[in-house]
């Protein structure tokens, strides 16, 4: 009797390497963190982006808040958050946001938000004063901001980035070649002309993008020289994981050795600092990047 292969049949996964392990969420900072953000009823990327480094970095005190709602307007191929029609904002963000971060006594604080197309002014007044309320409650707190895709709209990137953060990030996610497939509702243009409005703004600036998804070693180094180019001071390159079946599947899971060879390269570019593994996250370690 011949065993004759089933037509559905598909080709295993490429099951994950060793250097992509993570601890789990343990330990007493850890829970306490938690119940913070669950009593202020607030929304963290850790959670809505499962973030391979929650764990380690909720034990640490530290989180990533996530303002205007936990619902993107946008549909990218890589993401975990939601997207859909979100709701109104709620105005009393803000505040709840600050007196979380004065309660953790955060040294360092990182804030991001869903893209909110929606909105005439991208929420851009509600990033506002979430920064001053966390600046008059903390004055020491240093505040990095890893805002969205303003769709062109400057006047809201400038109130955005006004309110007194020490570091503006904005995440370009991929190479320019596969912007289309990754990142449809992008333009890989536009968020470099972000960068380099955030610069000339006088911030310090960060972007982060992903390998692992088909791109090639000289897409790595063109993108590198293009954020070289508007000005950009700190990058951050991370693995990309698979979210979803829903979501794009991981092309490659890239060697350690080959993000070395990337940091290396961005360091010899001239950028002040580039954070480059497997685990990396753009807001992964983001008190050295100050």
Known sequence: MID???ANDKPKREKKPDWLRVKLPIGEDYK????????????????SGNCPNMG?????GTATFMILGNVCTRSCSFCAVKTGRPNEYDEDEPRRVAEAIQLMQVKHAVIT???RDELKDRGAEIWYQTVRGIKELSPETTIETLIPDVRGNWEALERMISAG????????????RLYRKVRPQGKYKRSLEEIKRIKDYGKRTKTGFMVGLGETEEDVMEILRDLKEVGCDVVTI???LQPTKMH????????????????EAGMEMGFDFV??????????HAERHL
């Open 275 to 284: 954070e480059s593994g497997p685990l990396v996250r753009s807001s992964y």
């Open 113 to 115: 938000s869903v893209n």
């Open 56 to 60: 380690e970095c909720w034990g640490a």
């Open 238 to 240: 991370g693995q990309y």
């Open 4 to 6: 004759l292969p089933i």
């Open 32 to 47: 306490r963190v938690r119940k913070l953000v669950d009593e202020y009823k607030l929304h963290t990327i850790c959670q």
């Open 248 to 263: 794009l599947e991981v092309a490659e899971f890239v060697h350690p050795d080959q993000f070395l060879k990337y940091k």
């Open 165 to 176: 953060q020490e570091v503006v990030s904005h995440n370009m996610e991929t190479v320019e």
